[in-house]
T-cell receptor, first 111, second 114 residues
Framework: GQNIDQPTEMTATEGAIVQINCTYQ??????LFWYQQHAGEAPTFLSY????GLEEKGRFSSFLSRSKGYSYLLLKELQMKDSASYLC????????????FGGGTRLMVKP | DVKVTQSSRYLVKRTGEKVFLECVQD?????MFWYRQDPGLGLRLIYF???????EKGDIPEGYSVSREKKERFSLILESASTNQTSMYLC?????????????FGPGTRLTVT
């Protein structure tokens, strides 16, 4: 299968900036998604990258480098409500509409 | 707003029972998916369907089957539940076209098999 790697847990302070990394196998890459999932809730879509560069949406930004097989999600001005798991998912060319998910990064925001 | 609903939030079944998990979406999406989510393993695709009566195996289809008789409904069936099928089950749907092909998830069903 295709490996999607991201850190298991991260901790950051309210008001700070945190970067959550995701690496994947580059062969057949056709798009990368970030989802946010609060405990006990459904994942919700945050961002999509298919070309190199930075996509910004308010306090959240997502970056992609296709040649390096690397993406990050950047969260600025952290708030307590940002405590959640962040899921990186990749669509590969041979997989149609299927996504391959990483294990998720659980972010804890402390006061 | 896209809405994906699942029949139960919590379910407790006994080993060997036949279990049905139902998922309904109200946005006329062609694609529907069933995942299970386990700590440390992330979301793993069990089955997906791209049209009525069509299905494709995902990464871990063993022990599961699916049914899609109507476009809005996608059912996951555990023919004979086992304790290793205790997990959180998430259903998702997505349209066939569009830039992002994002998937919309239901709230999940936490299944415990005893």
């Amino acid at each position: 299968g295709q490996n999607i790697d991201q850190p298991t847990e991260m901790t950051a302070t309210e008001g700070a900036i945190v970067q959550i990394n995701c690496t994947y196998q580059t062969s057949g890459f056709n798009g990368l998604f970030w989802y946010q999932q609060h405990a006990g809730e459904a994942p919700t879509f945050l961002s999509y990258n298919v070309l190199d560069g930075l996509e910004e949406k308010g306090r959240f930004s997502s970056f992609l480098s296709r040649s390096k097989g690397y993406s990050y999600l950047l969260l600025k001005e952290l708030q307590m409500k940002d405590s959640a798991s962040y899921l990186c998912a990749v669509r590969f060319n041979n997989a149609g509409n299927m996504l391959t998910f990483g294990g998720g990064t659980r972010l804890m925001v402390k006061p | 707003d896209v809405k994906v609903t699942q029949s139960s939030r919590y379910l407790v079944k006994r080993t060997g029972e036949k279990v049905f998990l139902e998922c309904v979406q109200d946005m006329d999406h062609e694609n529907m998916f069933w995942y299970r989510q386990d700590p440390g393993l992330g979301l793993r695709l069990i089955y997906f369907s791209y049209d009525v009566k069509m299905k494709e195996k995902g990464d871990i289809p063993e022990g599961y089957s699916v049914s899609r008789e109507k476009k809005e409904r996608f059912s996951l069936i555990l023919e004979s539940a086992s304790t290793n099928q205790t997990s959180m089950y998430l259903c998702a749907s997505s349209p066939p076209t569009g830039i992002a092909y994002e998937q919309y998830f239901g709230p999940g069903t936490r299944l415990t098999v005893t």
